[in-house]
């Protein structure tokens, strides 16, 4: 079954999340994938109060590498899953870009989301000056070996930092190309594991375009942006997979 998560980014309040969520639990029995939405950590608890017993999970967009402790300003695995997180996004391109996040740090925090109960979706994806130089392949495997706790049984979303928030996105055989490369750098670091592993496709998913993306060969679902921020998109998206 696929798994269409939604990235809320820095985006959304009190109404939103009940504009979003209201319908989504409405049409989730209804739909052949599994719905995730991430909303920012201040509407994170009233967005799983609204959507508690329906199918559809809740997730956060980072969290810390600790537990607990002296981080003003931050969020740890244990307290999202308290406010009622099933999930959680680690390594998104924003948030290594943004604050510099590292392999190692992501890996720490990815960690640290499996103690305290939390599915990890780690992101990777290349730049497109790397794209352009003929690193793409090199520079997400890299990103998986460093990002990736040994063991790791979360999800995957490969993610082209060109590809986001652009309206741009990768064509389909760039896709079933990259996804095939993931999927056997899976393979190699976690055997059996990474063969069933779900590789989420992420950059301008939109209703126009998701059959045909979630139609490729080792494509698991989506991680969508801008377009998880309505309801009936983010639903048509979802209709589209399977
Ligand atoms: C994302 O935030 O992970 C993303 C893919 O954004 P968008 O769908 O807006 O490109």
């Not at 607990?68 to 308290?82: Q, R």
């Not at 999930?87 to 925090?109: P, Q, T, Y």
Request: with cysteine.
């Amino acid at each position: 079954m696929q798994l269409i998560a939604g990235n809320w980014k820095m985006n959304g309040s009190v109404a939103l999340a009940e504009a979003i969520a209201t319908p989504l639990a409405a049409a989730a029995d209804g739909l052949a994938c599994e719905l995730l939405v991430c909303p920012p950590a201040t509407v994170l608890a009233w967005t799983a109060q609204l959507l508690h017993g329906s199918k559809v999970m809740v997730g956060g967009q980072n969290c810390h590498a600790k537990a607990s402790g002296p981080h003003t300003g931050d969020v740890s695995a244990p307290m999202l899953k308290d406010a009622g997180a099933a999930w959680v996004i680690l390594g998104h391109s924003e948030r290594r870009a943004d604050h510099g996040e590292s392999d190692a740090v992501v890996r720490a925090k990815a960690a640290a989301a499996t103690a305290a109960g939390l599915q990890a979706i780690i992101c990777v994806g290349e730049t497109e000056a790397q794209r352009l130089a003929g690193q793409a392949e090199a520079v997400v495997a890299a990103q998986l070996e460093g990002s990736l706790p040994d063991g790791f049984a979360g999800v995957v979303a490969y993610e082209p930092v060109w590809a986001i928030g652009t309206g741009r996105t990768a064509s389909e055989a760039d896709v079933a190309a990259m996804h095939a490369h993931v999927r056997a750098v899976l393979v190699r670091l976690l055997g059996e594991g990474g063969a069933g592993m779900r590789i989420l496709y992420g950059g301008s998913v939109k209703a126009s375009n998701a059959a045909s993306l979630m139609a490729v060969a080792n494509v698991g679902g989506a991680l969508v942006g801008g377009a998880s921020l309505d309801a009936a998109d983010f639903l048509a998206i979802a209709r589209a997979a399977g």
